[in-house]
Nanobody
Framework: VQLVESGGGSVQAGGSLRLSCAHSGRTFSDFSMAWFRQAPGKEREFVAVITWMANTYYADSMKGRCTISRDNAKATMNLGMNNLQPNDTAVYYC?????????????????WGQGIQVSVSS
C-alpha cells in the first residue's frame, strides 16, 4: 500500500487548508483512513479517522474545525481544516488500517504516508 499526501502549506491564523491522501496498492474501501500530526519535539497525535464504514471520529482539539471524508471510487481521503491556529503547525500524516481497536493510537495503523507540512503563522 502506498499513501501520498498533498495540499499542505502555509496559512495565517484563521485560515483554511484541505489535505488529501491518495491510496494505492490494495482495495481502498477495505481500509479505515486517518490523519495524525506531529509537531517538533512532540509525539504523533491523532487528528481524525474515517472508518471503512464511513464513521468519523475527531480529536477533541479538532472538533468543529475539520471534516474528514473519503471517495472510494477515487481511492482518496480528504481533511478540510478551518480556523487554523499556530498550534496546528505540524507535519500531517495519512495512515491506513484494515482493523483497529483504538483508532487514536498510531500503533494500530499498518501503513503511513511520508507526511506533509502545515504551517500556521500568527
Amino acid at each position: 500500500v502506498q499513501l501520498v499526501e498533498s495540499g499542505g502549506g502555509s496559512v495565517q491564523a484563521g485560515g483554511s487548508l484541505r489535505l488529501s491522501c491518495a491510496h494505492s496498492g490494495r482495495t481502498f474501501s477495505d481500509f479505515s483512513m486517518a490523519w495524525f500530526r506531529q509537531a517538533p519535539g512532540k509525539e504523533r497525535e491523532f487528528v481524525a479517522v474515517i472508518t471503512w464504514m464511513a464513521n468519523t471520529y475527531y480529536a477533541d482539539s479538532m472538533k468543529g474545525r475539520c471534516t474528514i471524508s473519503r471517495d472510494n471510487a477515487k481511492a482518496t481521503m480528504n481533511l478540510g481544516m478551518n480556523n487554523l491556529q499556530p498550534n496546528d503547525t505540524a507535519v500531517y500524516y495519512c495512515a491506513a488500517t484494515v482493523g483497529a481497536s483504538d483508532y487514536s493510537r498510531p500503533g494500530q495503523y499498518e501503513y503511513w504516508g511520508q507526511g506533509i507540512q502545515v504551517s500556521v503563522s500568527s
